[in-house]
């Protein structure tokens, strides 16, 4: 099997898939925001936001380029996300700056352990790539500094997104027999991120964001249980306010296959 590892940015070849070396290693979230590879002890039990199908994160930045004909649909994966980092709807979990390069190859996964105090919800999990804040910074040592608009465009602080997905509560026991959950109740999300070859590099750090809607990729929940829907009605279509847990016996985290060794001091 080949592959464009990103992050290098080579080709590798692999005679087994995943290959036999990759280790999955849990990264957690804690209730500080931040994301370690020791599982919590101490905190707060959960961080919460407040989710409205009524102004759902978008899955770009606004305003949003047409995607055809000849639009960027094909790039949007690529997209920075720091449009999303500061809504009130969208918890963010950052890690310290990697001392080393960590390589990641393989099938990536997030665990989540949530409630929502509605009774259907999506959760989105984002594993990001943060580029230093200096990442590109020698176009501007001059003394004029950089020109309008230069430090935008930019890898300076980029968040590049590595795997992004979502999993709809009312199929979390069975894609064929959907059912209602329980208000308030924390239960165990998980959510497959499919397979990847990527390296962050040495003074990056990793980011997870994890959000309720993502429009228009992903159509509305109304967080409501209802039979269908996409025959609900407009107040059907209902605020929750979704928690993320981050306890010793609800650890929140997403399973990276890691390469090269542990981690563990890696991003503290």
């Given at each position: 099997m080949k592959t464009f590892q990103s992050g290098s940015n080579t080709w590798h070849t692999y005679d087994k898939w995943p290959p036999p070396g990759?280790?999955?290693t849990s990264l957690y979230l804690q209730s500080e925001g931040v994301l370690t590879f020791e599982p919590p002890s101490e905190g707060n039990a959960y961080?919460?936001?407040?989710s409205d199908p009524a102004n759902p994160v978008p899955y770009r930045a606004r305003p949003i380029s047409p995607t055809y004909p000849g639009g960027d649909w094909p790039t949007?994966?690529?997209?920075?996300?720091?449009?999303?980092?500061?809504r009130p709807d969208v918890l963010t979990y950052v890690s310290a700056p990697l001392?080393?390069?960590?390589?990641v190859t393989g099938k990536l996964e997030a665990n989540l352990y949530a409630s929502t105090s509605g009774t259907?919800?999506?959760?989105?999990?984002?594993?990001?790539?943060?580029?230093?804040?200096?990442?590109?910074?020698?176009?501007?040592?001059?003394?004029?500094?950089?020109?309008p608009g230069q430090y935008s465009k930019s890898l300076n602080g980029y968040q590049l997104p590595i795997a992004m997905e979502v999993?709809?509560?009312?199929?979390?026991?069975?894609?064929?027999?959907?059912?209602?959950?329980?208000s308030g109740v924390p239960v165990l999300w998980n959510i497959p991120l499919r397979d990847r070859d990527h390296v962050f590099r040495k003074g990056h750090r990793i980011m997870v964001q994890v959000q309720?809607?993502?429009?228009?990729?992903?159509?509305?929940?109304?967080?409501?249980?209802?039979?269908s829907i996409y025959q609900a009605a407009k107040e059907d279509f209902v605020k929750a306010t979704q928690r993320?847990?981050?306890?010793?016996?609800?650890?929140?985290?997403?399973?990276?296959?890691?390469?090269g060794g542990n981690p563990g001091h890696s991003a503290r």
């Open positions: 990759a280790v999955a961080r919460e936001y407040l949007w994966e690529t997209d920075d996300q720091r449009f999303a980092v500061h001392d080393k390069d960590l390589v259907d919800s999506d959760f989105v999990v984002k594993v990001i790539d943060v580029f230093p804040e200096d990442a590109q910074d020698a176009a501007w040592k001059a003394d004029d500094g950089p020109a999993r709809r509560g009312r199929y979390l026991k069975s894609f064929e027999k959907p059912e209602a959950l329980q309720s809607t993502w429009f228009p990729l992903i159509d509305r929940n109304t967080q409501e249980y209802v039979p993320v847990y981050c306890t010793p016996t609800m650890p929140s985290h997403v399973v990276l296959p890691v390469i």
